[in-house]
């Protein structure tokens, strides 16, 4: 049974920084694309950062270029969202969703972690 765990989020001013963790099992992270989308109240789901594959290759959305890194350990199945510089307009619940190589369906989420940044 495939399951995903995020952690870290919470409440942060602006400016400050977090890092949301995704630990993986019943898969390896390493021949799946892991991403992390973000839902705002009121708001669609969105977008956030994926990382492809073993050789790592990544993709953020202009709203988190330059603030945002995503990477994954590989032995510990583990995908790490680090957000710096945070503002009020990233408050949402962060879930992490994973899909085969081959697929353009995310398959597997996660629960989601509340990430709050106060002004």
């Known amino acids: 049974q495939v399951q995903l765990v995020e952690s870290g989020g919470g409440l942060v001013q602006a400016g400050g920084s977090l890092r949301l963790s995704c630990a993986a099992s019943?898969?390896?992270?390493?021949?799946?694309?892991v991403a992390w989308f973000r839902q705002a109240p009121g708001k669609d789901r969105e977008f956030v950062a994926a990382i492809f594959g073993s050789g790592g290759s990544t993709t953020y959305a202009d709203s988190v270029k330059g603030r945002f890194t995503i990477s994954r350990d590989n032995v510990k199945n583990t995908v790490f969202l680090q957000m710096n510089s945070l503002k009020p307009e990233d408050t949402a619940v962060y879930y992490c969703?994973?899909?085969?190589?081959?697929?353009?369906?995310?398959?597997?989420w996660g629960q989601g972690t509340q990430v709050t940044v106060s002004s």
């Open positions: 019943g898969l390896t992270f390493s021949t799946y694309i």
């Open positions: 969703a994973t899909r085969p190589l081959w697929s353009s369906v995310y398959k597997y």
